[in-house]
């Protein structure tokens, strides 16, 4: 049995996690210290994510400004590597999970997904200059 890192926790919420090929159902549980993730199937396979290691986490949002399901949380840089790394989750309930992470992490590292327009947009302004 794996021990979670919290001292209190918000209710679990149902959710998935993106994770190589596939998809695992399991809960989230976002607590004073880390963000946490348990699979419903083996709970043993957990993913702990402190708060320190995280960089910043993006919601996707629409048009219409209303919060989709899926957010990507994204890691701090490890060691001397170029990329950092991502994890992908999906709820029905991210908004709820977007605002419980952003009274830990803070309004700015709680911020709105890049589109495909705003991404080949940045690509052609560097190609400019």
Known sequence: MIQSLNTQTSAPLQAIAY???????????????A???FNDANIADAIQIPW?????V???VTRQH????QFVIVLKKQGNSKRQN????SSKDAGKVLKLVREHLGNDK???A????SKVKKLLTKRKS
């Open 35 to 37: 963000f946490e993730f």
């Open 19 to 33: 994770v190589g090929l596939g998809s695992v159902y399991g809960k989230l549980l976002i607590g004073d210290k």
């Open 66 to 69: 209303k919060v989709r399901r």
């Open 58 to 60: 993006e919601g996707v």
């Open 86 to 89: 991502n994890l992908r989750f």
């Open 110 to 112: 709680v911020v709105k």
């Open 114 to 117: 890049p589109t495909l327009v």
């Open 52 to 56: 320190e290691t995280i960089h910043h």
